[in-house]
């Protein structure tokens, strides 16, 4: 790799990486962006998009909190790529209805008491819990509407650049946002070998069908089974986690079984055949929450591990990293 000792260093052009990139950019701060295929090519583009903190976090944690937090800020995060960027993002708060079976309807007002008690609105309803407040964005928008945010800054961006190992002394700071991936970086800092915490990729399935506009309203999930429509009629179901390495093999006895699932939560899908299915390998990583900060003694920043909400922490993930690297530059 080319030294830069003025410029951040990202590894990783998904989602995150690219965020950290836009808002180190309107900080004045050069940035090269590496990924080792082409912008947001991995998980950030198989991802479906749900927004849904009520429906993945049910007990306290530091994935709640965070999950709270960006939920709060993805509307004037999309506004402002909007607004720098004129181009269109699909990101609407249509609410979300989480079924439940009857025992789990047991446990359904304590749940709801605990999220109200966190600032989510949950509507305790009888088959469901209802969160009023959770949202799908595209995530094939977002990045569009990034990468013209970082090109319009000057952000350098490296496609088909893999970085297999970085010195990190070589640039004013180095963030690494590659997902899956990002365990496998040898970095080292003034020479020294660093360890990286481990990643683990998750594959997971999905399948879509061509409906039509407003079909389903509210999304729907029970358990990790949803289903979701975007403003289009792309309507997309989910999901599965299978830890198989990086095998990138569409199964489609799987993809029946994604069907067969999401066709009990909207029974419309009974009568249609998928138009598309794909994977994506999410970044599960050891630990008790994703990797968002600065690596003690070093100049070398973690923005991975987000597991199944790389997409709802984005705008976090983003707004830590490059601040705290913006006031470590200072």
């Not at 899908?269 to 390998?281: D, H, M, N, Q, Y």
Request: with cysteine; charged share 20%.
């Amino acid at each position: 790799m080319e030294n830069d000792s003025a410029a951040v260093a990202i590894v990783g052009a998904g989602l995150v990486g690219a965020s950290v990139a836009w808002r180190l950019s309107q900080a004045g701060v050069g940035v090269r962006l590496f990924d080792a295929g082409v912008f947001g090519g991995e998980a950030s583009s198989a991802g479906a998009g749900m927004l849904s903190p009520g429906g993945e976090f049910a007990e306290p944690s530091v994935w709640l909190d965070l999950g709270i937090e960006s939920m709060r800020l993805y509307p004037a995060f999309v506004d402002e790529l909007r607004n720098e960027t004129g181009f269109p993002i699909d990101f609407r708060i249509c609410g979300c209805r989480h079924l439940m079976t009857p025992e789990e309807c047991s446990q359904a007002c304590r749940r709801a008491e605990f999220q109200s008690s966190r600032g989510i609105r949950v509507e305790l309803r009888s088959d469901s819990l209802f969160y009023h407040d959770d949202a799908f964005v595209d995530p094939a928008g977002l990045l569009r509407a990034l990468r013209c945010a970082c090109e319009a800054r000057n952000v350098r961006i490296h496609e088909r650049h893999p970085v297999a190992k970085i010195e990190s002394s070589d640039y004013a700071a180095v963030v690494i946002a590659a997902g899956a991936w990002s365990g496998q970086i040898r970095a080292s800092y003034r020479r020294r070998s660093v360890a990286l915490p481990a990643t683990i990729p998750v594959k997971g399935h999905l399948i879509g069908f061509h409906l039509a506009a407003g079909a389903l309203g509210a999304m729907v999930r029970h358990g990790h089974t949803y289903v979701l429509q975007r403003s289009n009629g792309f309507t997309i179901a989910g999901s599965t986690e299978e830890q198989v390495g990086f095998d990138r093999t569409v199964d489609p006895a799987i993809c029946e079984e994604i069907h067969r699932r999401a066709s009990k939560l909207f029974p419309a899908l009974e009568r249609v055949a998928p138009s598309k299915c794909w994977i994506g390998f999410r970044p599960r990583s050891e630990g008790s929450g994703p990797h968002i900060g600065r690596l003690e003694g070093t100049n070398i920043w973690l923005a991975y591990g987000h597991y199944r909400n790389g997409i709802l922490l984005t705008p976090i993930t983003a707004q830590r990293v490059a601040g705290e690297i913006i006031s470590s530059l200072a």
